[in-house]
């Protein structure tokens, strides 16, 4: 395999991918995995490997929880309980948006607003709940809603540990910016726990199709 992608290494990143998925498959689908992985990361493409639409987001993400907003006195009542995702999934029409983190540049002055903006089109078209995920824990996620004054708007959640987008391997490494391990920019419309609709953008720092507009065209 390594003779293999020295070989391959002139042709464009196009060719240069095919042929190694290609050549990976001979040996089996772990093998593919891998390969395709460190291709992919190093021609800068993304990769999906677990979730897509008419996955079952429980199901992916089996044992997960994420943690509702609030306060630290509110975390200390509350026995610091967290959220299944039965819970907030289950008979439900959901729209929930992922992003890099709280307080960031985007993620503030576009993502968040787009969503809070179009609140009301959202509760037309029948949507339970629009709500806001990252890899921060509920404090920091519960006073950044406040400062966008968007709480009443959207439902965010934290997921402290990257446990929930992890599972879905919807994580990406942001160390160059001094953020680590975070969630990649995403949405998605989820019906009944079933994934209707996904929409990951190719670099973190874009708003091309995980924004309110987007999603609202696919309900």
């Given at each position: 395999?390594?003779?293999?992608?020295?070989?391959?290494?002139?042709?464009?990143?196009?060719?240069?991918?095919?042929?190694?998925?290609?050549?990976?498959?001979?040996?089996?689908?772990?093998?593919?995995?891998?390969?395709?992985?460190?291709?992919?990361?190093?021609?800068?493409?993304?990769?999906?490997?677990?979730?897509?639409?008419?996955?079952?987001i429980?199901?992916?993400?089996?044992?997960?929880?994420?943690?509702?907003?609030?306060?630290?006195?509110?975390?200390?009542?509350?026995?610091?309980?967290?959220?299944?995702?039965?819970?907030?999934?289950?008979?439900?029409?959901?729209?929930?948006?992922g992003?890099?983190?709280?307080?960031?540049?985007?993620?503030?002055?576009?993502?968040?607003?787009?969503?809070?903006?179009?609140?009301?089109?959202?509760?037309?078209?029948?949507?339970?709940?629009?709500?806001?995920?990252?890899?921060?824990?509920?404090?920091?996620?519960?006073?950044?809603?406040?400062?966008?004054?968007?709480?009443?708007?959207?439902?965010?959640?934290?997921?402290?540990?990257?446990?929930?987008?992890?599972?879905?391997?919807?994580?990406?490494?942001?160390?160059?910016?001094?953020?680590?391990?975070?969630?990649?920019?995403?949405?998605?419309?989820?019906?009944?726990?079933?994934?209707?609709?996904?929409n990951?953008?190719?670099?973190?720092?874009?708003?091309?199709?995980?924004?309110?507009?987007?999603?609202?065209?696919?309900?």
């Open positions: 395999m390594g003779m293999l992608l020295c070989c391959l290494f002139p042709l464009d990143s196009i060719e240069w991918e095919n042929l190694v998925m290609a050549s990976a498959t001979v040996n089996g689908g772990g093998c593919r995995l891998r390969v395709i992985r460190s291709v992919s990361a190093a021609l800068g493409r993304r990769f999906y490997a677990k979730v897509a639409t008419g996955t079952d429980v199901s992916a993400a089996p044992n997960v929880s994420l943690q509702k907003a609030r306060t630290w006195d509110e975390g200390v009542a509350s026995k610091f309980s967290t959220t299944p995702l039965k819970h907030i999934f289950k008979d439900k029409k959901v729209v929930i948006f992003l890099p983190g709280a307080y960031t540049g985007v993620c503030s002055n576009k993502h968040v607003p787009s969503y809070k903006e179009n609140i009301d089109k959202f509760k037309a078209k029948g949507i339970d709940s629009v709500i806001c995920v990252a890899v921060n824990d509920p404090y920091t996620m519960n006073a950044w809603a406040e400062k966008l004054q968007a709480k009443e708007a959207i439902d965010f959640y934290g997921d402290f540990d990257g446990s929930f987008h992890k599972s879905l391997d919807l994580v990406t490494d942001l160390s160059g910016a001094l953020l680590g391990t975070r969630s990649e920019r995403w949405s998605a419309y989820v019906v009944d726990g079933k994934i209707k609709a996904l990951v953008e190719e670099a973190p720092s874009d708003v091309k199709v995980s924004g309110a507009d987007t999603i609202l065209g696919q309900i």
